[in-house]
Every structure is written in C-alpha cells, then in structure tokens.
C-alpha cells in the first residue's frame, strides 16, 4: 500500500517508515497546495493521511473534494483540531469515514488504523477477484467470453514456454543439484498425502521427505511406521537417532519433536541446521509443512527451498484462500514468485474451467491438475505399497515438469 501523510509533522511520517512496511511516499507534506501537486504525478497512492491544520489557500473541504476529484478509490485519515459535527458530516458525505482529532490519536493506534483499512483493501480486492470470477463462469458460453479465453490460452501457452526456456537455462533446476522441495497450501487441501506419493514416484534418488506439519503429523502414519519413541536431548549431533527408514529411497524425519525447547516454543534456527545437516546427506529433500502462517519457521523453510509446490482447490472458496495465503508469502514474506508452482488438487467435474485458472494464476508457473480419485483412500489404507496407475502418471508428469529425474537418450 502507498501512502502520504500532510500533517505538518515530519514524526509521524519517519515512524510509518520505521516500523512499517508500507511504501511512505516522500517525507511529510507542509502546504495544501502540494498534496494536489503529489497526487497529479502518483495517482497510484492509496492512503492520505491529512490534517485541517494544514496551511495553504485551497481550504480544508475544497481540499477533499479535490483530492477526491483525483483519485475517488483513494483512503482518507482525517485529522481534525477538534470535535466539529458540521466538518465531520461532510467528510462522511465526501466518503471520508476515518475521522480522528489531534489530542484523541496516538501514533500506534494510526498504526492499527491502517493496518485495518489495507487489510479491508486486500479483502476488496479478492471479493472483487471472486466476483469477476463468477460473472465469468456465468458467461462462459457466451461466444465473445469463449474467444477471449482461447486467444489468452495461446497468449499464456507462449509465455509458459518462455519462461519455462529461462527457467532451464539459468536452472538452479539441474539434476545434479541438491533440491528442497516444500509443499504448500490451505488447510486440507492435501498436501500430507501429495509429499508422500510425490517421494514415493521419484526414482533412483535418495530422498528425505521431513513432516513439518506440526498439527497432523500424518506421513508415519500413511507409510504406517512408528515414531521414534525416544525424545530426550536431542541434538545437531544425534538428530540421525531420529531418521525412519521408509524403503531403499526414502528416509523419513518427523521434525516436530525437535523444533522445540525447554519451553516450548519453536526455535526458528533449528531449521536451518536441520537443512543444512542433510542436504548434502541427500539428493531431494521434501517437506510437508502445516497451513498456518503465523509460524517464523514455515517463512524459513520457504526461503530456504528451491522449488515451492502449492497445491490450491479449483473452487470460489479455496480461490479466495488460495489467493490469502499466496499474498503473504509474496508480499510480507517476500518469498520468490518464481519459486511457487500451482498445482490444481482434487479436480473435478465441477471444478472451475481450465481457462480461467490459468487467466487467475498468470502470474505463477501451472503445474496442472491432481483428479480427485476414489482410488486415494485405498493407496492411505494399503501404506502407498500399491500406487493407482492413473495417479501415478499424473505424479510422473509433475515429476517430468520439475525435472526431478535425470531425463531418458532419444
């Protein structure tokens, strides 16, 4: 979110600086006239922040009306002298709902304020998304909706191939190169059973898939093995005591037990050594993580990985989730756009159509789509010892996409 503050006060400017990660555009500004001369070059801003005790010869209420006039989508904080009804019902007319006074507003409480109206922004945004988004399905079978939608399929197909072509040539991709691999997405939506079947397709690599989903911790009991029962001082030097062989391949570590100290709480650095420690150890290592994102060591193991796996449901409901989630990694956590593969899990028949997904997540490499199969609850019951066909060769298309397998001399 942008924003610009005109109080005649450069302090409250400097600390949204400080201590935010808003982009504060310029330093405070001192005279009406100037908040029309910054909103005419950016009129991207989002938030003002403006006081009625602010010089110049426009007038406080002629000054809204302008500022409106320039941008009609932008927020306004008010900062008035004093409690005046007659001011504050025309702000109210003018769209104007956050109205403060100068010895009733501190700091940190302008600070809470706007963290709410940018999350009521966000919330805007995706409504608007989903809204647009129904409007299209609703439309699909009109003729100009279905000719738009081929000419973006062949726009995107193209800009999938060339990005796929600078992936490969600046890959970090290579086959000979240690890989994390994080699974990712909302609550549900699979991802325990993905990492699993994923680790379990992989040929002919040594692979350690780590269960760090502190919530359901299900991979020992897909692969229905048992968790190391002896919890006591583990360490960097002895973290192998915890190791769980799966097969041949695959070694399996149930992460949870160790990502605590004395007093419960997670210690963030223990991600780090526990990567560290491994990967040479290993040609893939997998991660299963929990949906949360309140937690410092999900933010770690996604900068850490090189390859982010998230799996998203083609309906309105897990859109809108999708779209949260991906905003924070993105934009608070800065994690890398280009890491992130979307993958479509339990796909059906009522799924939303192709076209549009791929319109909604331009922005990220498309993996493709896991079908929802009646088949999965049999492969949990059997331990993965007998892996369906068909879900197979969607996995070893995936597996083909992200050249995690050294690929077959024509």
Known sequence: MKIITALENPKTNEKLKKETNFEVIGNDIQYQEGVIEILEKNPEINLIIISELLSGQIGFKRLIEKIKLINKNIEIIAILKNENEETKNYLISKGVFNIFYNNKITNNELINKINKINSDIKENEINEEIKNLKKIILEKNNKKILKENKINKIFLKIKNKIKNKINLKNNINKIDKNKIISIVGTNGIGKSIFSSILAKTIKNKKILLIDFDIFNQSINSIFNVKR???????????????????????????????????????????????????????????????????????????????????????NLTEL???????DIYI??????????????????????DNKILKILFSDFNILGKIKLNNKFNLIINNNLKVINKKIKKEFEKIIKKLHLEEEKDE
Do not use: P
């Open 228 to 314: 190391i029962s002896e919890r006591k001082s583990i360490t960097n030097n002895n973290i192998n005591n915890l190791i769980i062989k799966i097969n041949k391949n695959i070694n399996l570590l149930c992460a949870t037990d160790i990502l605590f100290d004395g007093e419960n709480r997670i210690e963030k650095n223990k991600i780090k050594n526990i990567l560290e420690d491994f990967l040479g150890e290993y040609e893939l290592i997998i991660i299963d993580t929990t949906s949360e994102c309140f937690f410092d060591y999900t933010k770690e193991i996604l900068e850490r990985s090189d390859i982010i796996i998230f799996l998203a449901g083609a």
């Open 320 to 326: 809108k989730k999708s779209k949260n989630l991906l």
């Open 331 to 352: 934009n608070k956590w800065k994690i890398d756009r280009q890491k992130i593969n979307i993958l479509f899990n339990k796909d059906d028949i009522n799924s939303i």
